[in-house]
């Protein structure tokens, strides 16, 4: 079984700002994927960036970032350089056979 | 690029009044899986399909159906909706090859409200 916590209900950040969204994973899988998605208000789900268990260097994908910290079962999002089309809901996701998705943040950019 | 379809895109009906809501995608991938997505609880599994004629129960199965008859569509089947299956629901595919062996690409989602 697979559960993803995600503690920030929601947040504003400055525009030009970095943000960093938390999510913390537990799985008993030895192998596994972390994803994030993001949810804009129109409600489609945009997949954003993706760390497997074994992959040593933290995953990037131009503005965004994740930190993987393995022994401690986190796998922040760092969003660096906020746009107001930022605004969104984010959720941090454990893949399996499904995927498990946790609450999820929503982040408002202020101008 | 892998493209997945939902129809419709919005639905208000009434209690009792079965319905569908279709997914199809473009690519051939063999699994697709249903969720539904509602306040403060993310997304569930509702189905899954590993193939054509293959489906298995998800976290939240009770009162829909699915079926995999082909490969490209995966529709999901409310046959008596009730209030409580008001929500926003996406279907998902996941391509091989591609990240992880794990990224699925949603599709644009179906508000669905149950009166």
């Known amino acids: 079984a697979q559960k993803i916590t995600q503690t920030q209900p929601g947040m504003f950040v400055q525009e030009k700002e970095a943000v960093t969204l938390d999510c913390t994973y537990d799985?008993?899988?030895?192998?596994?994927?972390l994803f994030w998605y993001k949810q804009p208000s129109s409600g489609e789900m945009i997949f954003l960036i993706y760390q497997g268990s074994y992959d040593e260097q933290n995953a990037t994908e131009g503005r965004y970032s994740l930190n993987f910290q393995k022994a401690r079962k986190s796998a922040n999002l760092v969003i660096s350089a906020s746009q107001l089309g930022d605004s969104a809901m984010y959720f941090c996701?454990?893949?399996?056979?499904?995927?498990?998705f946790g609450g999820g943040t929503r982040v408002l950019v202020k101008p | 690029e892998a493209q997945v379809t939902q129809n419709p895109r919005y639905l208000i009906t009434v209690t009792g009044k079965k319905l569908t809501v279709t997914c199809s995608q473009n690519?051939?991938?063999?699994?697709m899986s249903w969720y539904r997505q509602d306040p403060g609880l993310g997304l569930r599994q509702i189905y899954y399909s590993m193939n054509v004629e293959v489906t298995d129960k998800g976290d939240v199965p009770e009162g829909y159906k699915v079926s995999r008859k082909e490969k490209r569509n995966f529709p999901l089947i409310l046959e008596s909706p009730s209030p409580n299956q008001t929500s926003l629901y996406f279907c998902a595919i996941k391509p091989r090859g591609e990240y992880g062996t794990d990224t699925q690409y949603f599709g644009p989602g179906t508000r669905l409200t149950v009166l």
């Open positions: 799985t008993s899988d030895q192998s596994y994927g």
């Open positions: 996701v454990a893949a399996g056979n499904k995927l498990t």
């Open positions: 690519m051939n991938h063999e699994y």
